[in-house]
């Protein structure tokens, strides 16, 4: 078996406020052994987005990854990720609505890029008659508040 990775260019990874390190780190290590550099637009909210990229600042200075790992805060238009010809792969884990997604995916396509949209979900649970109930309370309440109902 062989396998070997290709550079794509640049990669857009949007985060959103519920998850927003995980997602980025997912992305972001594959991008960079890729041999990529990535732009990441975590939602406006999240303060721990801005401690992370701070966190990675001396790494990246220490190994001359200059460039490398960027962060942007300004709230950039979904057109504007989705168009951009600079922009070779678009990472988005929450698309606002689906009509959205559809038409970020359409965009990239039309220029040859790539996408990595993830819908929604409304974190569904079936409890059977004979669950323990304690036991599903602590889940469920887990999945709608432990992760904000990011529960994939």
């Known amino acids: ?4 990775w290709h550079p794509l260019g640049i990669v857009s990874i949007v985060t959103a406020f ?3 390190v995980a997602v980025w780190s997912w992305n972001a290590m594959i991008a960079t052994v890729c041999g990529d550099v990535m732009v990441w637009k975590p939602s406006e909210v999240t303060l721990t987005a801005i401690a992370v990229q701070r966190l990675i600042e001396p790494i990246v200075a220490k190994h001359d990854l200059a460039g490398v ?6 709230a950039a238009s979904a057109s ?3 168009s951009s010809t600079i922009v070779a792969s678009l990472s988005c884990p929450r698309p606002a609505r689906v009509a959205w997604a ?3 995916r359409q965009a990239v396509a039309a220029r040859l890029g790539r996408t990595l949209l993830e819908l929604r979900g409304n974190n569904a649970l ?5 669950a323990d109930l304690d036991l599903v309370l602590r889940a469920v309440l887990f999945g709608a508040v432990g992760t ?3 529960r994939c």
């Open 102 to 104: 559809v038409k970020s």
């Open 18 to 20: 519920n998850f927003p």
């Open 80 to 82: 504007a990720r989705s």
């Open 69 to 74: 790992f960027s962060m942007i805060k300004a």
């Open 126 to 130: 079936l409890v059977m008659e004979d």
């Open 148 to 150: 904000a109902g990011q």
């Open 1 to 4: 078996m062989y396998e070997q």
